[in-house]
Nanobody, 126 residues
Framework: QVQLVESGGGSVQSGGSLRLSCAAS????????MAWFRQAPGKERERVAG???????IYDDSVKGRFTISRDNAKNTLYLQMNNLKPEDTAMYYC????????????????????WGQGTQVTVSS
């Protein structure tokens, strides 16, 4: 079972940037589908970034053009670069993984993922 540990959250002002990291306990490339989710108080956990059939990034419309998902396979680490942050980006951010049985875009919702990190808080003030 893969273990995931997020880091990099914090408090920033609107327009600021943060980079989240998700360190995996094993090499996930090709074996797991990975994604970033977030959950604000009183809201459902939503996917903000994942990958398509070709392994290319896909983003929720709310973060498109501002967030970038990437990975360093040598370090078993997934990243989420977040630029031009807005107060509505305030949430707990989670890294998630699921064994790759189907193509990654199939795993759209939090219910599809069974490995989660502990989360890292991102707070954006106006």
């Amino acid at each position: 079972q893969v273990q995931l540990v997020e880091s990099g959250g914090g408090s920033v002002q609107s327009g600021g940037s943060l980079r989240l990291s998700c360190a995996a306990s094993e090499n996930t490339y090709g074996s797991y589908c990975m994604a970033w989710f977030r959950q604000a108080p009183g809201k459902e956990r939503e996917r903000v970034a994942g990958t398509d059939n070709l392994g290319l990034p896909i983003y929720d419309d709310s973060v498109k053009g501002r967030f970038t998902i990437s990975r360093d396979n040598a370090k078993n680490t997934l990243y989420l670069q977040m630029n031009n942050l807005k107060p509505e980006d305030t949430a707990m951010y989670y890294c998630a993984a699921v064994a790759r049985i189907m193509t990654c875009p199939t795993y759209r919702t939090a219910l599809h993922y069974n490995y989660w990190g502990q989360g890292t808080q991102v707070t954006v003030s106006s």
